[in-house]
């Protein structure tokens, strides 16, 4: 069965940073393409980043120049690293995997407040 595992999150000042990391129990990771998307209430769930098998990455226009995705094979795990963080970045981060099938996490809060 797979899963995928967010940690990372938590409450942080505006401006602050925070690294989210999803591990993933897939046998065959690395042809996955692997994103992050956020949902913050009353609004619909929304990609963040994603970075394909190849490394190719993508962001939202919201959060280009401030939040990078990266992926690390081996250990099954892709990562967001938040830096610069606003109020409006306050949402549940979900991590999903996409191949032959797509895969959700449980979601990590993340909270930017003064």
């Known amino acids: 069965q797979v899963q995928l595992v967010e940690s990372g999150g938590g409450s942080v000042q505006p401006g602050g940073s925070l690294r989210l990391s999803c591990q993933a129990s897939?046998?065959?990771?690395?042809?996955?393409?692997m994103g992050w998307y956020r949902q913050a209430p009353g609004n619909e769930r929304e990609l963040v980043a994603s970075?394909?098998?190849?490394?190719?990455?993508n962001y939202a226009d919201f959060v280009k120049g401030r939040f990078t995705i990266s992926r690390d094979n081996a250990k099954k795990t892709v990562y967001l690293q938040m830096n610069s963080l606003q109020s409006d970045d306050t949402a549940v981060y979900y991590c999903?995997?996409?191949?032959?099938?797509?895969?959700w996490g449980q979601g990590t809060q993340v909270t930017v407040s003064s």
């Open positions: 897939i046998s065959i990771f690395r042809f996955y393409t």
């Open positions: 999903k995997a996409d191949f032959s099938a797509s895969f």
């Open positions: 970075i394909t098998s190849g490394g190719r990455t």
